[in-house]
């Protein structure tokens, strides 16, 4: 399997400006996880998907992040408009089947570096 | 609220020795925890992890102390080796619910 894949890998846009992070999870999980990561705050969850339906967006920042799950092998992270603070590295995990009383293993993709000027 | 909390931001050991990552959580109610290694310009990957109602989990090199009274848990990493350097993640979670990871630890093993 190639793992979770994710695009672009650096991304570079201007103030104001529309982006859109893209993530393939592996095949046949259920689980979809989008995380940003910056120096300060680490590992931010901020939102997750089970069977491509949303089901904790609470770390979603504010209301210019959107994401959604078309299918169950395509997610979107959306910015709109972007803000330089949204500067960050921001990473896609999936995990299989998750009974719920047992561990969340989560595998990640390479992520996508974000710089917003 | 930062519910787990890795206080130290780097750690540099010399080849051989032992590294050792801290990491601290406020919720008692996490069922397991577990240690995530990134490498730059790559995801996060599981490293190994403990339930919460064991005290130690070992795989090679690597062994996780669980300290529920303190609320403190360990990656230990003997001996430790130049492909060690890397970002330390610790995570924690309770069954049924998302993960929760702290700010992370440098690890510079130096030869």
């Known amino acids: 399997d190639a793992g979770v894949i994710q695009s672009p890998r650096h991304e570079v846009t201007e103030m104001g400006q529309e982006v859109t992070l893209r993530c393939k999870p592996i095949?046949?999980?259920?689980?979809l996880f989008w995380y940003r990561q910056t120096m300060m705050r680490g590992l931010e969850l901020l939102i997750y998907?089970?069977?491509?339906?949303?089901?904790?967006d609470s770390g979603m920042p504010e209301d210019r992040f959107s994401a959604k799950m078309p299918n169950a092998s395509f997610s979107t992270l959306k910015i709109q408009p972007s803000e330089p603070r949204d500067s960050a590295v921001y990473f896609c995990?999936?995990?299989?089947?998750?009974?719920?009383?047992?561990?969340?293993?989560?595998?990640f993709g390479p992520g996508t570096r974000l710089t917003v000027l | 609220d930062q519910q787990v909390k890795q206080n130290s931001p780097s750690l540099s050991v010399q080849e051989g020795r032992i590294s050792i990552l801290n990491c601290d959580y406020t919720?008692?109610?996490?069922?397991?925890f577990l240690w995530y290694k990134k490498y730059p310009a790559e995801g996060p990957t599981f490293l190994i992890s403990?339930?919460?109602?064991?005290d130690k989990n070992e795989d090679g090199r690597f062994t996780v102390f669980l300290n529920k009274s303190a609320k403190h848990l360990s990656l230990h990493i003997v001996p430790s080796q130049p492909g060690d350097s890397a970002v330390y993640f610790c995570?924690?979670?309770?069954?049924?619910?998302?993960?929760?990871f702290g700010a992370g630890t440098i690890l510079r093993v130096k030869s």
């Open positions: 403990i339930s919460s109602i064991k």
């Open positions: 995570a924690a979670g309770e069954y049924g619910n998302k993960l929760v």
């Open positions: 995990a999936s995990s299989p089947y998750w009974s719920g009383t047992g561990e969340n293993t989560q595998y």
């Open positions: 998907f089970n069977n491509n339906v949303p089901i904790d």
């Open positions: 919720n008692s109610m996490f069922d397991y």
């Open positions: 095949s046949g999980h259920d689980y």
